[in-house]
């Protein structure tokens, strides 16, 4: 008699677990339940007893029988199919209270009611468990099915990793832990999604054995069988992702572990095709990043030759060849000019890689305006000097909470890009309001504004309108827009009614706690 | 001048030195050099320079501590100038015992004016009874400032505050140095009390208080007055 087959026990969730074993414990009711139906079916068949018609009473059991074995498990079934043929013998056929038989026939009868019980009990049984096998097998499709729904609707390898761990915990009663490669074919020895998860050095290099010999080892297995784990590969078609490590009881056998071979395909399969897409991704960001190399190196080298053959020529011509005062000083003005436009642009790409390197920690503390537009004007004096800076900022204006330095940067680089693109002897505007708990800054010059076309792009990192006059790498207002950004604040640009160009930035600012000042000051 | 000024350079950089030795020798200056931190040392106890101008990223010690060491003897001005310009290091430098600072690239003539100023700051007799500012002055035995031979309506704060910028006259005070002498200890924070009493005192004692030349700001340091 086989009994080696899975037993099903609904747990309190509705997933049905798997044991190797009938559970004799828990199916001691049935036990109790096939004695008192026969005892009781026994009791009401005494009046046939005593009558010739003790043939029907074996009908009457054998249908107890077969109703008892449509839910009942094996081991009642043969119970309850012995008990009742003991008891139709027993009480019912003549002599009565022996287990004599007289008559042949009666024998006869006993020998059959006995096997068809048997039989009856058996058959239904099989069929039940056919039954139970084919809806286990639909249960591990469908966990399949819903599997393979969920890894592909998964992004990135943490939502993978964290649907197979889910499903693996469902289907299988274990908690796994996968070790993944780190994009060089060498295994990290905590799991990516399981900080807390840390391999032993003997158990890290049974992981990195069956990472490379694609076989599986551990645990029940014929390879270093004395560590906790039982470690799988993970086969893609092109590349392995890794290796996952359960703790089991027993090493999975028959259906159950073409179930996992499946189930853990799947996953390899999802961790694959992510592993892939990171890869693709990574080298589209190296040609991106090439790319931007290039013109960030183009450029530099424009920038940096410019004003370096300036000096070069500039001072060589005034050392080696005299010239008169008004000639002199020309060049010299030209050597300085040179070393400023040098100087900003070193002070740019400074500020765009501690922008890059997410270096920028926001040092806020509360100034005056005043101060800040101040000092602005007078590092850009040479620069304003052909036109009008129209500041205005209104007397109740509060204190700002702000990072000096960054927003000596940022309006710097507005106010020197109007200077730049403005016509001679125009005005530029520079208005600073409060409103609403934000700091509003604008600043409008009477330029040739920004094609509508390239409104989008202002910002960005090398970008410059075609028409430029000047020298520069295009860095200044992306340097504006990280800085102000940083302040957790915005800027847009736009073009005037009138011509010309209009910044505003807009930053979050709180009040300053001076109630007490002024009983201070008295 | 009376006798020829001597200076210190401590710097390791030749080409900066040889700059700084033509621009100061040109006006008047007596230069001495030193190329690392010990020599700096080892120059300023020999020669007593009147100033010193100190760099400090130097290759055998660190600008922060030849400068606390020299400040445990050398009480005349010192001036930083340097590549380092984030503010954290031109306070720590301040709070040093350092004068002033510049980074670089400077302007020269920014620099001359910044020497000109220590050394006169320095000779200045500190505790005058008047101390005159142009048409300032400030009278701090009756603790009564004039501005145009008139007298100012200023607040205690107000006139605790001027006097120990003037008193300093020339030399970078930090916002926390400034709060700890005038408000106390429990103040260090609150820079917006200093913004608003600076606001308040350049509107009585500026001639433009939109473009001060007393009460100079310090990009995110502090405050200094000026000449």
Redesign the interface.
């Given at each position: 008699m086989t009994i080696f087959y899975f037993w099903d026990v609904m747990n309190e969730k509705g997933i049905i677990k798997h044991t190797y074993f009938p559970d004799f414990n828990s199916r001691i009711k049935h036990y109790v339940l096939a004695f008192v139906v026969i005892g009781v079916t026994t009791l009401i068949c005494t009046p046939l007893a005593n009558t010739e018609s003790y043939h029907v009473v074996s009908f009457i059991l054998l249908f107890i029988v077969s109703i008892l074995a449509t839910f009942m498990g094996i081991g009642p079934v043969l119970m309850v199919s012995t008990l009742s043929a003991l008891v139709w013998n027993f009480f019912f056929i003549p002599p009565h209270y022996t287990f004599h038989i007289d008559k042949a026939e009666d024998l006869l009868m006993f020998g059959m009611f006995f096997i068809i019980a048997l039989v009856n009990g058996v058959l239904t049984t099989k069929v039940r468990r056919q039954e139970r096998l084919a809806r286990e097998r639909e249960e591990r499709t469908n966990a399949l099915f819903q599997l393979t729904r969920e890894l592909s609707k998964a992004s990135g390898i943490d939502e993978v990793l964290a649907v197979a761990i889910e499903g693996i915990k469902n289907h299988f009663r274990t908690d796994p832990f996968f070790i993944l490669q780190d994009g060089n074919n060498i295994l990290h020895s905590s799991g990516r999604l399981q900080k807390e998860k840390k391999l032993t050095q003997k158990e890290y290099s049974v992981a990195e054995w069956v990472f490379t010999h694609s076989r599986k080892a551990g645990k029940f297995t014929d390879d270093s069988p004395s560590v906790e784990y039982t470690f799988f590969p993970m086969n893609g078609t092109r590349l392995n992702p890794g290796v996952v490590a359960v703790k089991l009881e027993q090493l999975f056998s028959g259906d159950q572990k073409a179930f996992w071979d499946t189930f853990l395909t799947q996953i390899s399969n999802a961790l694959e095709r992510e592993f892939l897409g990171e890869l693709a991704q990574k080298a589209r960001f190296l040609v991106e990043s090439d790319r931007l190399y290039k013109t960030l190196f183009n450029s530099i080298s424009h920038e940096l030759r410019i004003p370096v053959a300036t000096i070069m020529g500039a001072s060589d011509s005034l050392l080696n060849s005299p010239h008169p005062g008004n000639v002199q000083s020309a060049l010299f003005n030209e050597i300085f000019t040179a070393?400023l436009r040098l100087?900003r642009l070193i002070e740019n790409l400074l500020n765009m890689s501690r922008l890059e390197s997410g270096q920028i920690s926001v040092?806020l503390?509360?100034?005056?305006m005043?101060?800040l537009v101040?000092?602005v004007a007078e590092d850009l004096k040479d620069e304003l000097k052909s036109f009008s800076l129209l500041?205005s900022i209104p007397d109740e204006m509060p204190?700002v909470k702000i990072?000096?330095?960054l927003m000596?940067q940022v309006l710097y680089n507005l106010i020197f890009n109007a200077t730049q693109y403005a016509p001679v002897n125009s005005n530029i505007d520079l208005c600073i309001l409060h409103d609403n708990g934000e700091v509003i800054i604008q600043v409008k010059d009477h330029g040739p504004g920004f094609p509508e076309e390239v409104m989008g792009n202002v910002f960005k990192k090398f970008f410059r309108v075609d028409t430029s006059k000047t020298g520069g790498l295009g860095l200044g207002l992306s340097i504006v827009k990280g800085f102000v950004e940083a302040h957790k604040g915005t800027v847009t640009v736009g073009n005037r009614k009138n011509g010309g160009s209009e910044f505003t930035i807009r930053i979050p600012t709180e009040n300053?706690?001076?109630k007490n000042?002024q009983l201070?000051?008295? | 001048m009376n006798e020829i000024e001597t200076i210190l350079i401590i710097d390791d950089e030749l080409q900066i030195r040889r700059l700084l030795e033509i621009t100061l020798s040109a006006n008047g200056y007596k230069i001495l050099q030193a190329g690392n931190g010990k020599d700096g040392l080892v120059d300023a106890a020999t020669y007593h320079p009147s100033l010193i101008i100190l760099d400090l990223g130097l290759p055998d010690i660190d600008g922060q501590e030849i400068l606390k060491k020299l400040r445990e003897w050398f009480f005349k001005p010192i001036i930083i100038l340097s590549v380092r310009s984030s503010e954290e290091d031109i306070i720590k430098a301040l709070d040093n015992g350092a004068n002033d600072y510049l980074t670089k690239p400077f302007r020269s003539g920014e620099l001359l004016a910044r020497i000109r100023a220590a050394i006169r700051a320095g000779e200045k007799k500190n505790d005058a009874p008047i101390l005159e500012f142009g048409s300032l002055s400030i009278d701090m035995i009756n603790h009564v400032a004039r501005k145009n031979k008139e007298i100012l309506k200023l607040t205690t704060t107000e006139f605790s505050l001027l006097c120990l910028l003037a008193k300093n006259q020339g030399r970078v005070l930090t916002h926390q140095y400034i709060l700890k002498e005038v408000w106390g200890y429990g103040y260090l924070e609150q820079t917006q009390y200093l913004r608003v009493f600076v606001a308040q005192l350049r509107k009585k004692i500026e001639d433009n208080p939109s473009k001060p030349t007393l009460l100079i700001t310090e990009s995110g340091i502090g405050y200094r007055f000026g000449d």
């Open positions: 070393t100087n040092r503390d509360w100034y005056d005043n101060d101040n000092k500041v204190l990072d000096y330095g000596e300053p706690d001076i000042l201070d000051s008295e | -």
